[in-house]
């Protein structure tokens, strides 16, 4: 929680400082304009790439609860079909097994949607991770083209 109102006073912070920096634009070379385009970007991306990571830590606790709890429902599953196995004509175990089994294909489910999420959210951070890194090379390339006076 503390990375999102991090982040929110980070994005005001730069939307105020690029509604000035907007105006001077006009006055700008195209060389000037590409680098303070990149450094928006760059900024932009950075404030994306800190939530992604804030929330990896809460989906990597889902996962491995939901993992947890499908590794249980399976251990439940298997023991309610021992029972089942010695009393073959008990309804009652037919229904627990039943259910077991329910809760044991509902519990891996969860678990394949937890991890296939955190994956995804991981390809997310590693594709921001390598914009950013593109776009410093841009910048560091623009800015090495531009007059020495004005480098900053």
């Known amino acids: 929680m503390k990375y999102i109102s ?3 006073v980070l994005l005001i912070t730069s939307l105020m400082s ?5 105006k001077d634009l006009e006055n700008l070379t195209k060389q000037e304009k590409e680098v303070n385009k990149l450094e928006k970007r760059i900024s932009d991306s ?3 790439l800190i939530v992604l990571e804030a929330s990896l830590a809460e989906k990597i606790t889902k996962s491995e609860m ?3 709890e499908a590794k ?13 196995n010695k009393n073959q004509t008990s309804k009652k175990w037919a229904r627990k097994s039943n259910n077991a089994a329910k809760n044991a294909k509902r519990d891996a489910k969860d678990a394949r949607k937890a991890k296939k999420s955190l994956e995804s959210l991981q390809g997310d951070i590693e594709d921001e991770k390598q914009k ?3 776009d410093e090379r841009k910048l560091s390339k623009v800015r090495q083209t531009l007059p020495e006076n004005e480098n900053n």
Do not use: G, H, M
């Open 6 to 8: 991090t982040l929110t």
């Open 18 to 22: 690029f509604s000035q920096e907007k």
């Open 46 to 48: 950075k404030a994306k």
């Open 66 to 68: 939901a993992n947890t």
């Open 72 to 84: 249980n429902a399976a251990e439940d599953n298997a023991e309610v079909a021992k029972k089942l």
């Open 132 to 134: 950013i890194a593109s």
